[in-house]
């Protein structure tokens, strides 16, 4: 097969790593891809939006497969694109149509789809511009800490979790008056506060059937402790020990199938991945998120730790023959630590050289934010730069070897968190 992967994170080397080491594929292209690709792929200059591009690409090629990384071409309705133009029906794509991307668009519609269909989620209400005195006087008496979410897609930046009324009343009218998340923010959802452990189980579906992929957790703060700015995420693991074969079934009874029966219901066609985001209260899992795609780091401990061919399970779901296929899943454990550009997630320099990724072979080195200068070295193109994955019998073990791995990279200004995965030890130990 000759199969098209979109994006240019570590998330999408990541597939194309796993991708490529099945007997089944061909040629592997990735649109816009980074320097860790090109090692096992051919990189094409083209913007994961240029559906036209991707288009004619798609049919000089000769593409099977087309997997879309990113959530922002599923949400500008690239699969509808695919469907309406007589070259690409016969294409395979994994990635749901528009009205499905909106679980991840528009929180606002999430919220409700989940109300709808008697999916285990916080308490909320939607406020626009117009209705911001409402909204002022709901967070005013709100039991804090109150969350405040951007309706639209804001980068894993958009939620706010304010500590005080005034700090929500402010947020508020940052986000609705001063447009804080650009037209993201033109709705906000004012959330009730859940107080757990947060974990994300991955699910791909066929829109009939469904696989439930290894769970992680990540690490979404700047700061060690989970302190400082969210970013897209500064790490993560799996296994995640909590999440036993008890709880996993809560969350395939009451969130997994009323999510892929909703669907089905909504008569909305949704052929990928879905991510959700969950918070474990007591035991019983609450849904906070949906995401339409894989996430990022997540991405690099849960595909290291499928055993089978990535592509079968592409291909069926694709096809519409899921049910059809199984899957392994490796017992060793996960751990990815990420290395960012100092500075993020605020401003950062780029263009700084990066040395010693050749000398890892303890671990496996997905390329994030980086590309090839003009002398051809690898340089820092972005705010997450690298993403080191080690696996081990236990999370210590697969810990210690992302962080050997972390020991021998570096470039100017380099930072990453050093307490990746103790939460879990900590947990382990108990």
């Not at 693991?237 to 809560?250: G, H, R, W």
């Not at 899957?327 to 263009?351: E, L």
Request: proline share 4%.
């Amino acid at each position: 097969m000759k199969i098209l992967v979109l994006g240019s994170g570590g998330r999408e080397h990541a597939f194309s790593w796993k991708i490529s080491q099945s007997k089944k594929c061909e040629a592997l292209y990735v649109a816009p891809g980074n320097a860790g690709t090109t090692g096992i792929a051919t990189n094409v200059n083209l913007n994961v939006n240029d559906f036209d591009g991707i288009k004619d690409f798609v049919l000089t090629k000769s593409i099977d497969l087309v997997v879309v990384g990113p959530e922002d071409p599923l949400v500008k309705g690239i699969v509808d694109y695919f469907a309406e133009h007589e070259g690409l029906k016969n294409v395979g794509l994994v990635g749901p149509t528009a009205a499905g991307a909106m679980l991840e668009g528009s929180k606002d519609f999430s919220k409700e789809f989940m109300q709808k269909h008697s999916i285990p989620t916080a308490m909320y209400k939607t406020f626009t511009k117009d209705s911001l005195e409402e909204g002022l006087n709901y967070v005013s008496s709100h039991p804090l800490p109150v969350v405040l979410k951007a309706d639209g897609l804001a980068a894993g930046k958009g939620v706010i979790i304010a500590q005080s009324h005034e700090e929500a009343r402010n947020t508020l009218t940052e986000m609705l008056v001063d447009a804080k998340f650009g037209e993201a923010s033109s709705r906000v959802v004012v959330e009730q506060y859940l107080d757990g452990i947060e974990l994300s189980v991955f699910v791909l579906t066929d829109g009939n059937s469904y696989k439930i992929l290894p769970e992680a957790k990540d690490y979404k703060r700047i700061g060690e402790n989970d302190e400082g700015l969210n970013t897209g995420g500064m790490g993560a693991v799996s296994p995640v020990p909590f999440a036993n074969t008890d709880f996993i079934n809560k969350v395939e009874e009451r969130i997994v199938l009323p999510t892929v029966n909703g669907l089905k219901a909504d008569g909305i066609d949704y052929k990928g991945f879905i991510f959700i985001g969950l918070m474990n209260m007591g035991g019983d899992p609450y849904v906070i998120e949906y995401n339409v795609r894989m996430g990022d780091p997540e991405t690099q401990v849960v595909l290291p730790r499928i055993k089978s061919d990535l592509v079968d399970l592409l291909e069926a779901t694709a096809n519409g023959n899921l049910d059809e296929v199984s899957f392994d899943i490796d017992h060793q454990a996960a751990t990815t630590v990420v290395m960012v550009s100092g500075g993020y997630p605020g401003s950062y320099p780029k263009g700084y050289e990066i040395s010693g990724i050749e000398n890892v072979n303890e671990a496996t080195v997905f390329h994030a934010g980086t590309k090839f200068n003009d002398s051809e070295s690898v340089v820092t193109s972005g705010g997450r730069v690298l993403a080191i994955t080690g696996k081990g019998d236990t999370v210590e073990n697969a810990l210690e070897n992302a962080y050997n791995g972390v020991a021998k990279i570096s470039w100017q200004d380099e930072y990453h968190r050093r307490d990746i995965g103790q939460d879990i030890l900590r947990l382990l130990d108990k």
